[in-house]
């Protein structure tokens, strides 16, 4: 389980390598250095405890450290050119890691998630990548984020509709964007809760497994208290079934227009005076909820379907087109 090596690893090329994989470490190295490489670098690092301090240096490529045995105030990851990511196990993620980061735009959970991770202590970072899911009755909660951050859930390992995903940003701003990329779907996944309630424009997108029509999820509650718009999209079909609004709604744009599987949303109430739906290429089931008129529909190149359940919904100022 360990791969024996010299205390400085020099990589050079401009091949892709991959040195160390799950339970496989770069035994006794504190130094790697790719500076100069040009391929993609992976490397899994012997670096449990203070004793163990590691330095890794990127290269022009996309460059992987593992840091899941720790990483403590002595280790430290500077990507280099590409998209480069540091893989940490939950546990250190959402504990107080030490370790230096420069240059590194994507941070990926090894293990089921849950609990808190503090983007005070992962500074630059425009990506949060649960690779493995949520664990079972779970709420993975990433917190002090910026705006534009990106948080990628795979679904598949989130544990029916039990699970939960919470994004708060450190400062809420006027114009915040969130974007939440749920992917690797199947039948029949879900979540029971979505919450991204600082962001004014929310992407969402819903990426089917193996692109064969099958996936499907249902969002049992999103929480988008601050969004004037929402964007869909994906490949994967998609139900909302509730979204908590403020008392008094601001959203006024949905965009699902890049969706290619159908789209089925409910309790997602519009500001009034006016907002603006435009649905996508599958089989789509729009149920009205908060609107009051001179609102507009943009139906997409599936079979659609709009549901008003009050004649006040269409017709207020004016009526829906």
């Known amino acids: 389980d360990l791969i024996t090596g010299a205390a400085t690893v020099n990589v050079t090329g401009d091949q892709n390598l991959t040195i160390g994989s799950t339970g496989v470490l770069l035994d006794g190295a504190t130094k790697v250095d790719a500076n100069t490489f040009t391929g993609n670098l992976s490397v899994v690092l012997d670096s449990a405890g203070t004793a163990k301090d590691v330095s890794v240096t990127g290269g022009k490529g996309n460059d992987t450290a593992n840091f899941s045995a720790g990483f403590e105030a002595g280790d430290s990851f500077t990507g280099g050119d590409g998209t480069d990511e540091l893989s940490l196990t939950n546990a250190i993620a959402i504990g107080t890691p030490g370790g230096t980061l420069s240059g590194v735009e994507h941070l990926s959970i090894s293990d089921a998630g849950t609990g808190t991770i503090d983007m005070d202590n992962f500074s630059g970072l425009t990506k949060v990548i649960y690779d493995a899911g949520i664990v079972a009755n779970g709420t993975a909660t990433v917190d002090d984020a910026v705006t534009g951050l ?172």
């Open 150 to 321: 990106e948080v990628e859930l795979d679904v598949a390992n989130a544990v029916a509709t039990d699970a939960s995903l919470v994004v708060d940003l450190k400062t809420d701003g006027t114009s915040d964007a969130l974007t939440i990329t749920l992917d690797d779907i199947g039948a029949g996944e879900g979540l029971a809760l979505l919450s991204a309630e600082d962001a004014e424009t929310l992407n969402i997108s819903a990426d089917d497994d193996t692109n064969d029509g099958t996936g499907t999820l249902t969002i049992a509650a999103l929480t988008a208290t601050d969004a004037t718009a929402i964007n869909l999209s994906g490949d994967a079909a998609l139900t909302i079934t509730n979204t908590n609004n403020p008392a008094t709604p601001v959203l006024a744009t949905l965009d699902a227009s890049k969706m290619t599987d159908a789209l089925n949303i409910s309790g997602t109430n519009f500001a009034a005076g006016g907002a603006t739906v435009t649905l996508g290429s599958g089989d789509d089931t729009f149920n009205v909820a908060t609107m009051s008129g001179a609102d507009t529909f943009t139906l997409g190149g599936g079979k659609d379907t709009v549901v008003y359940t009050a004649v006040a919904q269409s017709s207020g100022t004016k009526v829906d087109t």
